[in-house]
DNA sequence: CGAAAGGTTGACACGTGTCAAAGTGGGTGG
DNA sequence: CCACCCACTTTGACACGTGTCAACCTTTCG
């Protein structure tokens, strides 16, 4: 993924991503307390991570898809801090994290990567802090919607149109809402003509009016 | 700061280092969408860091006290993202970016501990993704409470006594509460014989039941 | 075909936000 | 050194958004 390399770097890299896991729905890649010894690129599939306290609540912290980096939390303490769950039938690159350091020590442009993918991390985290702090349910779904269809759309799909791989209670726990919220602002955002909702299939109708809804700065950097 | 070198590796580090910086009281470090180049090593004094959107909402991202280090936020766009205050006088050591990738590659050891580094941050705001979703104002300002004692208290302050550097409306928005829910908390727990409060002296009189009323977990990991 | 999981909608409760007023404390200038 | 001012804090009354609980509907899958 990193670019400017050259090409006996790319081999080197070919070389450290030993092998590849398949991850069936439903099933964890790794789960929270796990040792921590890789990290993973998404080839296929969509996951979401969480993390749970005791009482049993549950925090979605992040939908990830194809081409996306998963695991940086494991790196702190050398075991998992949350667990990462495929939502659909999901295909992984392992990447044993030994082997990371190594070679970013040979590859300054692997270096900067490594470097860049976790401060993304970071700055999304602080806007979801955002969302999560001063946004109203209107507000953080419409900007959840921009940003999936806009994942989406960077990978090839529809910048209009998508189908959901979660749950109204998984978006409800990423946004902090209630999955009751969730449905009703689906219905809301559906009666007012600016998306239409079908189940799982969403159709932005007006991206305009949802991105006022959500918020410009938003749209951009967050999540 | 990273354990485990030797003394040249040290002296390299002292090299890196270039100059500090005072910061008073109120003065921003680095204000969102100036151009990045270092890190910052907080030696002494308190800061803030916050992400406004142009709603004029600011959501505070975190407070950093000596020996933790801000900017990483920047290094994914060569741009900060998010403004740094100081909540206090404070004096930070500069570490110009480009020379702590450059040391990283020779130096294991620092290239762990910036590993580390940046995934601390992203579990720690997992975390706050946990306590701004699902938890109530009370358990919200325990688990911020005795996540600030304890940080002091592993800096040699009292592990039961401190002074806030910082308002009730920055405590809130850090919290996603408004101020006066913050005012209304502290009372409460004040009247309940948990706290005691004056103003910005902070007492905590029943560690284990602001324990329970937080969350055993997340006090260990989050914050 | 039946059951289970997921989604929608309504009625009502409750926690937090909003607005307003008054209290407290610290810093500055006369 | 005192007094004033301003920023911060506290508290009350009420509003409002979201949560809770329950019933019913839809879709999927064995």
Redesign the pocket.
Known sequence: MPIGLEVSEIKKLDEMIEKRRQVKQGQMLYANGDPFTSLYAIRTGFFKTCVVNEDGREQVTGFQMAGEIIGLDGIVSDQHSCSAIALEDAEVCIMPFASVEDLSREIPALQRHVHRVMSREIVRENGMMMMLGN??????LAAFLLNLVQRLHARGFSQSEMV?R?????I?SYL????????????KL?DDGIIE????YVKILAPDTLKKLSNPQTCQTVL
């Open positions: 946004m109203r349910a209107e507000e953080r959901l979660m749950t109204r209670e998984e409800g902090g809402l209630k999955l009751e919220t969730i449905s009703r602002t689906f219905s559906s909702v079908k189940q799982r």
